[in-house]
Nanobody
Framework: QVQLVESGGGLVQAGGSLRLSCVVSGLRMERYNVAWFRRAPGKGLEGVSCITKNDGKTYYPKSVKGRFTISRDDTRNTVYLQIDDLKPEDTATYYC??????????????????????????WGQGIQVTVSA
């Protein structure tokens, strides 16, 4: 049974930082690309980061403007998302996701209401990040 569990969210003031964790079980994570998505109220899923399985290449959309850093520790089956200089517009539920065929370059494209949940097989339950002004 594949499970992804996010943690590390919470309420933080603008300008602060958070480090989200995604612990993966039920598969050998080193074989998978892993992405982080977020869903803000009234919006669709937005890919905010992705990291590849082989060389650890990272992908970010323009929207995060260098404030997000994804990393992975395959020995612990864990992917991290460091978010610095948090802004109120970062308020959202954050999800980690993986799939054997997950394409990082595609995952971070700004596609509006694209149905990523239908595309990728494995998702965490989501973790709330709330940023106050």
């Amino acid at each position: 049974q594949v499970q992804l569990v996010e943690s590390g969210g919470g309420l933080v003031q603008a300008g602060g930082s958070l480090r989200l964790s995604c612990v993966v079980s039920g598969l050998r994570m080193e074989r998978y690309n892993v992405a982080w998505f977020r869903r803000a109220p009234g919006k669709g899923l937005e890919g905010v980061s992705c990291i590849t399985k082989n060389d650890g290449k990272t992908y970010y959309p323009k929207s995060v403007k260098g404030r997000f850093t994804i990393s992975r520790d395959d020995t612990r089956n864990t992917v991290y998302l460091q978010i610095d200089d948090l802004k109120p517009e970062d308020t959202a539920t954050y999800y980690c996701s993986t799939d054997y065929d997950l394409n990082c370059a595609f995952a971070i494209l700004d596609l509006g209401n694209y149905n990523f949940t239908a595309l990728y097989d494995y998702w965490g339950q989501g973790i709330q990040v709330t940023v106050s002004a």
